[in-house]
């Protein structure tokens, strides 16, 4: 069983930087892939980023590859998503989840397949 919290969420203006954490509780944390998704109001739950078990692999959707950078920290059972240059099309409620899966691209960008969730934060980003 994994818990997850998330934090670290606010309102930023375009341009700025936010960095978000997701604490997780339970002995196995380090044997789950964890993973960022989000959902705007009005839109579908989008895939943001993805990290493996180890921290040795990480995946990005297109949209944020090279301004957000994914990491954990398995001795304090967080992992991390630094995001800058937000946008405003940045705005949404992102979750972190858990999963144990194998390390494909494909698993790791499904909800479907992750099965711990938290409760969300709010990333709001104005123009």
């Known amino acids: 069983q994994v818990q997850l919290v998330e934090s670290g969420g606010g309102l930023v203006q375009a341009g700025a930087s936010l960095r978000l954490s997701c604490g997780a509780s339970?002995?196995?944390?380090?044997?789950?892939?964890m993973a960022w998704f989000r959902q705007a109001p009005g839109k579908e739950r989008e895939f943001v980023a993805a990290i493996s078990w180890s921290g040795g692999n990480t995946y990005y959707a297109d949209s944020m590859k090279g301004r957000f950078t994914l990491s954990r920290d398995t001795a304090k059972n967080t992992v991390y998503l630094q995001m800058n240059s937000l946008k405003p099309e940045d705005t949404a409620v992102y979750c972190c989840?858990?999963?144990?899966?194998?390390?494909?691209?494909?698993?790791?960008?499904?909800?479907?397949?992750?099965?711990?969730w938290g409760q969300g934060t709010q990333v709001t980003v104005s123009s």
């Open positions: 989840a858990a999963g144990r899966l194998w390390w494909n691209y494909r698993l790791v960008s499904d909800a479907k397949e992750f099965d711990y």
């Open positions: 339970g002995r196995a944390f380090s044997n789950y892939a």
